[in-house]
């Protein structure tokens, strides 16, 4: 309950909002900037051009019922879609208010968060049993490719007919590259967005953020508070007037901040920099990368021709003010290949293609 709120006070695309179920009926999608303090400092250091935020893309899929998988209320084609994301936040009805309407009648945030499961793990495990029909047809090939995918076709299916995401099932490093063939909804990392009422802030927590919060340890999940009703008040602020909004509510930063940081924890993502008199850009890249993957990201020859990678870091060059500064103190580091980016980084790539 919610959630196309929520999303309109995100992304401020205007997507419809009533008291009543199957209000979104086509997906709403809405590209948001990703705030960050850091690339507002360059932006004033280099006296840049230009700010090019990172940006997230959220999409509003309406609500499932029970029975979806099987085609209630909208449910197959928005199963559709849902696989059609990385990663997904579940927004929960955390708060109680007799004018706004549940559709089972109670606020019970496990048993929907339970309905929402189950109609995932059947539709997983109808592709699953269409995956084992297909390699069944061809089992008889003596193949042993065929044999072993078969297996563990099976132990995936084993694993969702016990009533498990596939997330949490434990998997070899070759099994995690496999499973992704098979585009299953609950191998999707999820975010529990647990929506609280203005009286529980600024703690965002009672009793049933409580039971989200041990749900979410229990299937490998990740949860956090937010108020959707603040969240679009905030959002239809001029911006000047938000930080003393938030003041008088006891609020560190927005729901969009912190929502954003935890999508980009669960999906395993970090932010590395560029900056110039042309612009200052911010580049979303996955954890782990290579400074040659990095690259990349920017220009397929930076990747090619790979030479180099002027390094430093964001900390280093906002505590002592300027580029000079860092590089005099032997802080701006050249790079190989082998470099592993880190968030934070502010690089300059050379190349030669």
């Known amino acids: 309950m919610g959630k196309s709120t929520l999303f309109n006070a995100i992304t401020k695309a205007g997507a419809q909002v009533a008291n009543y179920p199957f209000c979104t009926i086509e997906p709403n999608v809405g590209v948001v900037a990703v705030p960050d303090d850091r690339l507002d400092f360059l932006e004033k250091l280099y006296k840049s051009k230009k700010k090019v935020p990172a940006c997230v893309e959220f999409v509003d899929i309406a609500g499932l019922v029970k029975g979806a998988s099987k085609g209630e209320g909208l449910g197959n084609q928005f199963l559709a879609h849902i696989r059609e994301t990385a990663a997904i936040v579940h927004v929960v009805r955390c708060f109680e208010n007799k004018d706004i309407t549940h559709v089972a009648g109670e606020i019970d945030p496990l048993r929907d968060i339970e309905i929402i499961d189950t109609e995932l793990i059947l539709a997983d495990m109808d592709t699953m049993a269409k995956k084992l029909e297909r390699l069944e047809k061809n089992i008889r090939l003596n193949d042993k490719k ?16 016990s009533g498990k995401p596939a997330r949490t099932l434990d998997l070899n490093s070759d099994e995690q590259l496999l499973i992704k063939d098979f585009f299953l909804i609950t191998a999707k990392p999820v975010l529990y967005a647990c929506n609280v009422a203005e009286a529980d802030l600024p703690k965002m927590e009672n009793k049933y953020t409580a039971i989200v919060s041990q749900k979410a340890k229990e299937d490998g999940a990740q949860i956090i508070p937010i108020c959707a009703k603040i969240e679009m008040e905030l959002s239809e602020l001029p911006e000047n007037d938000r930080a003393d909004f938030l003041k008088d509510l006891g609020i560190i930063e927005p729901g969009l901040n912190r929502l954003i940081k935890a999508g980009y924890d669960l999906l395993g993502l970090a932010t590395f920099l560029t900056a110039g008199e042309d612009e200052s850009r911010a580049w979303t890249i996955k954890k782990g990368f290579l400074a040659p993957q990095a690259a990349g990201i920017i220009h397929t020859d930076f990747e090619k021709g790979f030479i180099r990678a002027e390094v430093m870091a964001y900390d280093d060059l906002f505590k002592l003010g300027n580029e000079k500064a860092v590089r005099d103190a032997g802080l701006l580091r050249s790079e190989g290949k082998e470099y592993a980016v ?12």
């Open 146 to 161: 065929i044999a072993a995918e078969k297996d563990f076709v099976l132990k995936v299916k084993a694993h969702l007919d």
């Open 342 to 353: 880190k968030d934070g980084d502010i690089i300059e790539f050379k190349f030669n293609v």
